[in-house]
Nanobody, 127 residues
Framework: QVQLVESGGGLVQAGGSLRLSCAAS????????MGWFRQAPGKEREFVAG????????YYADSVKGRFTISRDNAENTAYLQMDSLKPEDTAVYYC????????????????????WGQGTQVTASS
């Protein structure tokens, strides 16, 4: 029903910036809350940031608060993650997820709650 494709990952030096994009297949994107998760080698997938269906509400993991910004453009069927002041511990594969909801303001932060996932994009911040 929904296909997601992440892009924008790459190799940057610590302190640098990167913007990730998550493009959705289309017709019902506006009905899904979105989230970004990441998974580093040897670790579980962890929540990074979430945004409500309407874009009016956002939530961040403490580890990225003040450095990362999640946003969405429903007209373009795309969610974004702006990452500033990157640290080596941010290195991971980043995934976007979509969760269908009838509540335009509801947030989701648990991976099992999401209906669809992208294939992931690698982010590496070197010291």
């Amino acid at each position: 029903q929904v296909q997601l494709v992440e892009s924008g990952g790459g190799l940057v030096q610590a302190g640098g910036s990167l913007r990730l994009s998550c493009a959705a297949s289309g017709r019902t994107f506006r009905l899904y809350a979105m989230g970004w998760f990441r998974q580093a080698p040897g670790k579980e997938r962890e929540f990074v940031a979430g945004i409500s269906r309407s874009g009016t509400t956002t939530y961040y993991a403490d580890s990225v608060k003040g450095r990362f910004t999640i946003s969405r453009d429903n007209a373009e069927n795309t969610a974004y993650l702006q990452m500033d002041s990157l640290k080596p511990e941010d290195t991971a594969v980043y995934y976007c997820g979509a969760k269908f909801t009838t509540d335009s303001a509801r947030l989701y932060s648990v991976s099992g709650q999401f209906d669809y996932w992208g294939q992931g994009t690698q982010v590496t911040a070197s010291s």
